[in-house]
């Protein structure tokens, strides 16, 4: 559906040359949902407007829904852009307008007749739960509701691609929650690719199949969700990882029980889809000859399975300990000893 | 008692001499009005970032509109006895000031409409063009209804200079309000006269600023 091949972004400025995006490929699958993760200033934000072309890349190649959305200008441009939609962070509404007036401007844009709007816009507001606030204008709005505007006025068109330029980062957790659902919803019912970038763990593990994480305009690493959960390979990927399955609450717990169990050793278990289902507690106790102590655990879902992690303290013969390790190692369950008590 | 205390106001004279002020005012701003937007949309549309970038094209008319806002208008209206005399074949009498007030006031106001522009924020022209928006469609369904606000208060602000500009177009043979009141006030020392016009100047620049007020609030839903 999206193919970007060997894309670079070089601004110029009075301070020489920026590399906004450096040397970027990637392949979006149709029906997929791709988050693109990293830091202000990462590059993401001008990887999604060359998606569009609101950002023309300096080289390389970018095809959008069998548009060439790199090269074409002019009236092609404007009809590849119908079927490539964005929402964006500030939501972008025009004030002058009302939420039904709002939906229907790229309606009025793509030449629909008045009947065949007025209806399709009802279709929306109904689509985005917004009935009995079709009169209202974005000022009367909450952030959620301007968003679920944003929403409906990027579909409007039937569009092949949702382009989602950080749209919940201004949004608070439970909206941001609600927002992600509607995404999820949308691209289940009308097989719609999504392409989200944001800077939060929660929002890819929440709703993405597979995810890029970006770094100084170069893509650090790639694949489905769960696999870079599971084992993050670069090291800005560890930190976005530890986002969501370590909290602040989850460090001073280990802490304190570092500082609790002075014997024996405390092991980090990180379990990802099938692995959570096996009885691994039972087969500890039953197999070796030690005492299994659980302190601490918490389990994170994602689009495509669950990913949990468990604190456990081992206590015993030092030989048999090692055992168990490797035990646990066979049963594909990930092994991070915390500290040597 | 109106007669007692204004004995030397000719009360159809004062009339006459409103409707022309009116007159002059009401065309002049109607013209400065879309003159002023077409000006400050090309001020604005040129300027670096916007969709037609063109430093060149911006350099040109941001220096005409500069060079005509900073001539006093007194003599702007001399500068353009000519091109009155040409365009009308006189420069006496109401239509004869209507040249000089719409030069004079065009580019002040092609100012206030670029600020009001450039307060859309820029996110919302994204939106558009991410939506396959043609030029024209943005101009005319996201600059001008979004800024709508600013260039109401913008052509208010306009109109009561407008006004004030007519009084001194009258000094030079114009007519109006500003025409009599130098002609039959000042130079025959009839006081009651000039206080008379300046009284309906007043109300004239009260009933157009809650005019502009008025609607300004009405589009104003931010």
């Given at each position: 559906m999206i193919s970007i091949k060997n894309v670079q972004k070089i601004f110029s400025s009075k301070h020489g040359q920026v590399k906004a995006v450096d040397e970027v490929n990637l392949e979006i699958n149709e029906g997929e949902i791709f988050g693109v993760i990293g830091y202000s200033g990462a590059g993401k934000s001008t990887l999604i407007r060359m998606l569009n072309g609101l950002e023309i890349p300096s080289s390389g190649t970018v095809v959008v829904a069998n548009n060439e959305v790199s090269h074409i200008k002019g009236k092609s441009l404007r009809k590849a852009r119908q079927e490539i939609s964005m929402i964006f962070q500030h939501f972008n509404?025009?004030?002058?307008?009302t939420v039904r007036q709002n939906i229907a401007f790229p309606l009025e844009i793509a030449d629909v007749p008045k009947g065949e709007r007025l209806k399709r816009v009802d279709e929306l507001i109904k689509l985005v739960g917004?009935?009995?606030?079709?009169?209202?204008?974005?000022?009367?709005?909450?952030g959620g509701q301007k968003q679920r505007v944003g929403i409906a006025r990027a579909l409007a068109n039937n569009p092949k691609v949702l382009l989602c330029?950080?749209?919940?980062?201004?949004?608070d957790p439970e909206t941001t929650n609600s927002i992600l659902e509607l995404l999820v919803d949308i691209n289940e019912r009308l097989g719609l690719t999504i392409v989200l970038i944001t800077h939060e763990m929660h929002v890819i593990r929440k709703i993405c199949h597979r995810v890029a994480v970006m770094e100084n305009g170069k893509v650090v690493e790639m694949g489905p969700v769960m696999e870079v959960f599971k084992n993050p390979k670069a090291q800005i990927t560890k930190r976005f990882v530890h986002q969501v399955t370590e909290s602040e609450e989850t460090k001073e717990t280990i802490q304190q029980i570092l500082e609790s169990y002075p014997q024996g050793q405390i092991v980090q278990l990180s379990f990802v889809g099938d692995a959570v289902e096996q009885p691994l507690m039972t087969n500890l106790i039953r197999d070796f000859n030690i005492t299994v102590n659980i302190l601490h655990g918490n389990i994170s879902h994602t689009q495509t399975g669950s990913y949990g992690t468990l604190f456990i303290h081992l206590d015993g013969d030092e030989s048999e300990i090692t055992r168990a390790i490797d035990f646990i190692h066979s049963k594909q369950v990930g092994v991070e000893v915390i500290s040597n008590a | 008692m109106l007669n007692s205390w204004f004995p030397n106001v000719s009360w159809e004279k004062m009339w006459e001499a409103t409707i022309e002020t009116l007159y002059m005012t009401s065309i002049s701003v109607i013209a400065t009005f879309f003159l002023g937007i077409i000006l400050g949309l090309l001020l604005f549309l040129t300027?670096?970032?916007?969709?037609?970038?063109?430093n060149i094209v911006n350099k040109v008319i941001s220096a005409f509109v500069n060079i005509f806002r900073s001539i006093p208008f007194l003599i702007l209206i001399v500068l353009l006895i000519p091109f009155t005399m040409f365009l009308l074949?006189?420069?006496?009498?109401?239509?004869?000031a209507l040249p000089a007030l719409i030069i004079g006031s065009a580019p002040f106001y092609a100012r206030m409409v670029e600020i009001g522009l450039r307060e859309i924020d820029k996110g919302v022209i994204e939106a558009a063009k991410s939506m396959g928006a043609k030029t024209s469609t943005i101009i005319f369904k996201v600059l001008l209804p979004e800024s709508m606000p600013a260039l109401i208060s913008g052509i208010t602000v306009t109109a009561i200079a407008l006004v004030g500009y007519t009084a001194m177009a009258g000094v030079i043979g114009a007519g109006g309000l500003g025409n009599l009141a130098y002609l039959e006030g000042f130079q025959r020392s009839r006081n009651d006269v000039t206080l008379m016009a300046t009284i309906i100047i007043l109300i004239i620049v009260f009933i157009i600023q809650f005019i502009g007020d008025f609607i300004t609030n009405k589009l104003d839903k931010r």
């Open positions: 509404l025009l004030w002058s307008r917004l009935e009995g606030r079709e009169d209202a204008y974005p000022s009367q709005l909450s330029d950080e749209a919940t980062s201004a949004l | 300027s670096k970032g916007n969709i037609w970038e063109n074949g006189t420069m006496i009498g109401k239509d004869a």
